[in-house]
């Protein structure tokens, strides 16, 4: 049986604590699918389209086997996405309590909408502390942000702040 997973997130950008959760999930499920996602609550600094390349970069960088795919989706709810290719699995990547508490009551919903679970993974602990808006933060102030991205996001940040 093919497992599908799929790790959603709006990646703006993508971090090293992101591509740890998506390795680790590349070793445990058959296919995952990496799937940004257009959060209405954030402001975003990188188009969609940018991100999928940047993720897809990022990952060819580290290495990850073929068993990744990327792509975006803003066309309804996500689980209406894990059921058109196929997954049961949604996998979380779980910083802090306040992920926690944030995850869990859609992690129930998406289960009783379409039977999608969700799994939350921790993170390395070398990048707990590392969140997207954070990289926004320490980028749009002049700061170096390659200790929490992959080469490829830090050279694009570098070369558009």
Not at 112 to 129: K, Q, R, S, W, Y
Request: glycine fraction near 8%.
């Amino acid at each position: 049986m093919n497992t599908i997973a799929v790790v959603p997130g709006s990646f703006d950008p993508v971090t090293l604590g992101h591509l740890d959760v998506i390795e680790r999930a590349a070793g445990i499920f058959d296919e995952v699918h990496v799937v940004v996602v257009h959060n209405p609550d954030k402001s975003a600094l990188l188009p969609i389209a940018q991100r999928v390349s940047l993720i897809q970069q990022a990952i060819v960088d580290g290495g990850v086997t073929g068993n990744v795919v990327v792509t975006s989706w803003s066309m309804g709810l996500l689980v209406d996405y894990c059921v058109e290719v196929g997954a049961k699995v949604l996998i979380k990547g779980i910083r802090s309590q306040i992920d926690v508490a944030y995850e869990t009551p859609m992690a129930i919903v998406n289960r009783n909408l379409a039977g999608v679970e969700t799994i939350f993974l921790l993170p390395d602990p070398a990048h707990a502390h590392v969140s997207s808006s954070l990289v926004r933060q320490v980028a749009g102030l002049g700061g170096d942000v390659a200790p929490y991205v992959p080469a490829a996001v830090a050279e694009f940040l570098a070369a558009h702040a």
